[in-house]
């Protein structure tokens, strides 16, 4: 690989079902509704010892009851907030440059409340001065425009649509999941909907959203040599114009293919079965492969009771992986890969650590307790995003920030929450 992968979103479990691990933050929470699966939640719980929530400024007027639907770090001190109200009414985008001391506003023009067709339905920010918006209608067939921002949010301009995915006599319409790479190169993964699997249909873009040419098709009669299996949940995130990874979830050990010319076609990666014998439905992949130079590693979680987490590994540049588990009693951790050595895995009020790929481990008591559940949510992992052994960041229904290596969590105030 050339270089480290871009950091993916935090996302919460107001999103849309089928991921894999997710957080939701808060001072006080309902437990996860019955019978729920597919993802691994967490509250936080917060010690006395919490600092207060920080002033924020804005530049525009933010309307208040709004709830965190995804924050997207983009180093140690930047972050991008998407904010909406589930009731239908404010919604808006605000970005911080300090640490999340100070946020500004930074929602489109016209798309501060969501009205008929300006409904904010998706994010995707590339470092502190690049982000896309899609926005439209939420009915099946509705045009999804794609508003880009080159300056951190000062200044949008509508760029294209999202691609549209026929299905039979039905015209579909999603947030596909926008991935970019570069201003100009990125990704739509649409979804048609079928029952027991997942097709995919994945576009591509060269001029930032602009145009889209539909790059593969993965459905009951699309399969070809190369592409991806049509059963299990997928989920398709790039770190190269020519690189990305489809990571799934099943009833059996989930597999996971790489691309290396773009999403044209597919490679299946050697994994090895996860330890502890049958696999329930809901295991897999929690997040995108973080591979650098030979070492990659990357979260999974094994359904079941208790609920068990464990850390896939590669030394060959990720045509292998194996499983290596944590210490001390199975449970579900939510693992963050800094790099293909060091790592983090939050669970409770402790962090386990480890810089050498696991041969040693170091734990980490918080000042905040992060209750594990199940929960559905968006596939845009991680949900625990370490910029450094340091600096991390953690969002549900709370925004969290540590700078001292997960000790101390200071919870932060995004405008509208």
Request: proline letters at 8%; hydrophobic letters at 40%; glycine letters at 12%.
């Amino acid at each position: 690989m050339p270089s480290i992968p871009v950091r993916r979103p935090l996302s919460l479990s107001a999103l849309a079902c089928g991921a894999l691990v997710a957080v939701a933050a808060c001072a006080a929470a309902s437990p996860p509704a019955a019978g729920a699966k597919g993802a691994v939640s967490v509250v936080a719980r917060t010690a006395a010892t919490s600092s207060p929530a920080p002033a924020i400024s804005r530049s525009a007027h933010v309307a208040a009851g709004q709830t965190l639907r995804q924050v997207w770090p983009a180093g140690a001190d930047t972050a991008w907030a998407w904010t909406q109200d589930l009731s239908g009414a404010p919604q808006g985008l605000a970005r911080t440059v300090n640490g999340g001391r100070t946020w500004a506003s930074v929602t489109p023009p016209g798309l501060t409340r969501q009205l008929s067709g300006k409904v904010i339905t998706g994010f995707f920010a590339l470092g502190a001065q690049h982000a896309w918006v899609t926005y439209g209608g939420i009915k099946n067939g509705a045009a999804q425009h794609i508003a880009a921002t080159t300056d951190g949010g000062r200044r949008w301009t509508v760029v294209g649509r999202e691609p549209l995915t026929t299905v039979g006599f039905s015209t579909y319409v999603y947030d596909c999941g926008l991935d970019f790479v570069t201003p100009s190169v990125g990704w739509c993964q649409a979804e048609p909907p079928y029952v027991g699997s997942e097709g995919v249909d994945l576009y591509r873009t060269t001029d930032g959203g602009r145009h889209w040419r539909r790059v593969s098709v993965t459905g009951p009669n699309a399969n070809k040599p190369g592409s991806l299996p049509w059963g299990g949940d997928k989920d398709i995130q790039f770190t190269s114009q020519s690189t990305g990874w489809a990571s799934f979830t099943g009833p059996k050990a989930a597999p996971l293919y790489e691309t290396t010319n773009g999403g044209r076609t597919w490679i299946k990666r050697r994994v090895a079965a996860p330890p502890g014998g049958p696999i329930d439905s809901g295991s897999g992949f929690a997040g995108l492969p973080l591979v650098a130079g030979r070492r990659g590693a990357v979260g999974y979680t094994i359904d079941g009771s208790p609920l068990k987490s464990v850390v896939y590994v590669s030394t060959d540049r990720g045509l292998a992986w194996r499983p290596v588990t944590p210490p001390g009693a199975p449970q579900g951790w939510v693992v963050d890969a800094i790099s293909g050595t060091s790592w983090r895995l939050v669970a409770g009020d402790h962090i386990l650590a480890t810089d050498n790929a696991g041969r040693t481990w170091r734990t980490i008591t918080s000042n905040v307790t992060f209750r594990v559940y199940y929960a559905y949510d968006d596939p845009t992992p991680p949900v625990v995003d370490f910029v450094t052994s340091q600096t991390g960041w953690i969002a549900g229904t709370a925004l969290w920030r540590t700078t001292d290596g997960g000790h101390t969590w200071r919870r932060l105030a995004v405008p509208g929450t």
